[in-house]
Structure formats: C-alpha cells, structure tokens
C-alpha cells in the first residue's frame, strides 16, 4: 500500500465529514453567500481545525468568489504545515529521542512503532523503559523490544526514571547505537510534580550527553480533540517540546486538531497514527496529509 492511500485510508472518517458539509454548501449556494460563509467555517472548527484555520481559509474562499473550496482548504492546510522540518533530529550517535504525554494516548506503543521505522531505515536502536509507575509498562515495552529487535534498558517498579534514563543513555553510548528512545510515564499536564520529574530526567541525561534529548516528542490522541492543544501547550511550556506524534487519527472525525496545533504552537508534526500495526505509524507529509483531507 502507497504511503498517500494510508493517509487516505486512515482520514477516511474526518475527510468523509468535510466533503460531505462542502459539498452540501456548495450546492445549495454555489455563490457561497455570508450565511453559506458561516456554515463552512462551522464545519471546519468541527473537525477541530481551530478557529483560526478555519477562518484563513473562510477569507480565502471569499476572496475566489466563486471557488473550487476544496483546493483552497488543501493549498492553506498545506501551506500551515509545511512550515517547520519533520524530520528527526540526528545527531552523533547516540541520537536520543523522549517520548511524552499523558495515560493512554499511545506513547508505549508509538515508542516501539518509531523503533520499529528507525530500525527498518538501518538504524541500531535501544529502548530505555522509564515508565516505573503503570503495571505493566516494563513488561509491555520489552514485549515490543523483542518484537521489533530492540534491547531495553529498565530497572525496578517504583525506581527513580531519572536514574534508568541516565543508565540507558550510558548503555547506549557504550554500544555505539545509533538511537535511544526513552518512554516516560503517562502524566496529566496540570500536575506540576510529575512535569519536575520530567526536567530532571532532562538533566540527568545531559550529564552523559550534554544535548540530550536531541527530540522531546509529545504523543496526543486526536480522538480527544481541542483537548490535544491543550495538553500541547501545557508540555511545550514545561519541556520545550520539538516534534509532535498525533496517534488515532483513523479513529476520529477530529483530523484537523493536528493543523491547529501547527498553526499554534509552531511544532512540527512528526509523525501520525493510522492504524494498529507496526508500520501504521507514518512519518508526517503536509502535502499528502492536506490531500488525503480535501482530495487531490
């Protein structure tokens, strides 16, 4: 399967909604009149494009006069996110990679889908288990290491993450991988504790290497909507997070957050969930991500 028919298959739901209200306004007001004007830019904020997305592309629909309203929805989404670099940072071995967010949004299983992706590209990749909290999560990621060929770096349930962070990284440089890849306990935004901790998992892994972490991602889950920009905003001000990993996006009808937090915040996103499997997660395209929401 083409990487631009996994965007199509797995926008299937959001894209499906717009082209359905698009359609339905312009047809019954080819001329696209105020009231037909408002009834877009509903539309739009619905699938959580936010508002101002939405209204940028209301005004630049109104200026066409009598317009194809999809190209131009494609052309400005693009245009929005093709601002910053989506690639990942790669720095002189080890390149280190953080991986945040709060419960549930998918981060284990994005961190074992980002090792699996490095590893194809012919990378050697270590693992770093720093979630010491949630049952399980020690297990959970080892299961994924042996899956993707991965070896993992944990310690004990309730054992400071800082401290296997900064083993990890050791380990990682005396192996000479080329990546490490920490995964951190799922923390609410607003528990300022649990972000400290963060911080000094940061500064126990520049005692190794002292422009560690090379990439601070944050993994959202785009079936919780505006409250993905939410959480965005919280951790970028904490961790100064670089890149962004939107999960779920084939479960929801809510694809355009990921332009809203672009537009935003000024984080590149680097990567997008579109499925279950190891290789559903895709590094990010602002051009076929556009395409697949509004037709190519």
């Given amino acids: 399967m ?12 959001t894209s499906t909604k717009l082209a359905s209200e698009i359609k339905r306004i312009v047809t019954r007001a080819p001329r ?12 739009l904020i619905a699938a959580d494009f936010g508002i101002g997305t939405a209204a940028a592309i209301v005004e630049r629909v109104r200026e066409a006069g009598n317009p194809d309203v999809l190209a131009i929805a494609r052309a400005e989404v693009e245009r929005e996110l093709g601002l910053a670099t989506h690639q ?8 280190v990679i953080l991986l945040a967010g709060v419960n549930g949004t998918g981060k284990t299983t994005s961190t074992a889908k980002v090792a699996h992706l490095l590893k194809s590209q012919g990378n050697s990749v270590l693992l770093a288990a720093c979630d010491t909290f949630r049952a399980a999560a020690i297990e959970q990621l080892k299961i994924w290491g042996e899956r993707t060929g991965c070896d993992v770096i944990a310690g004990q349930y309730g054992a400071d993450s800082a401290a296997v962070a900064f083993d990890a990284l050791q380990a990682a440089v005396n192996r000479k991988v080329d990546y490490l890849l920490v995964d951190t306990a799922g923390r609410l935004h607003t528990k300022k504790n649990l972000m400290e901790e963060m911080k000094k998992m940061h500064r126990s892994l520049q005692k190794v290497v002292p422009a560690a972490p090379h990439e601070t991602l944050l993994v959202l889950d785009a079936t919780t909507g505006s409250n993905a920009l939410v959480q965005a905003r919280e951790f970028h001000q904490a961790l100064g997070v670089t890149g962004l990993i939107v999960t779920k996006l084939d479960g929801t009808a809510k694809g355009g957050i990921v332009v809203a937090i672009a537009r935003e915040l000024k984080i590149p996103v680097k990567f997008i969930g579109l499925g279950e499997q190891l290789d559903d997660l895709q590094p990010f395209e602002p051009k076929q991500f556009a395409e697949a929401l509004f037709g190519a």
Avoid: C, N, V
Avoid at 2 to 13: P, V, Y
């Fill in 88 to 95: 990942l940072a790669k720095a002189a071995p080890p390149t």
């Fill in 2 to 13: 083409s990487l631009f028919q996994k965007f199509r298959d797995g926008l299937k739901k």
């Fill in 32 to 43: 696209l009149d105020a009231e037909s004007l408002e009834e877009l830019e509903a539309a």
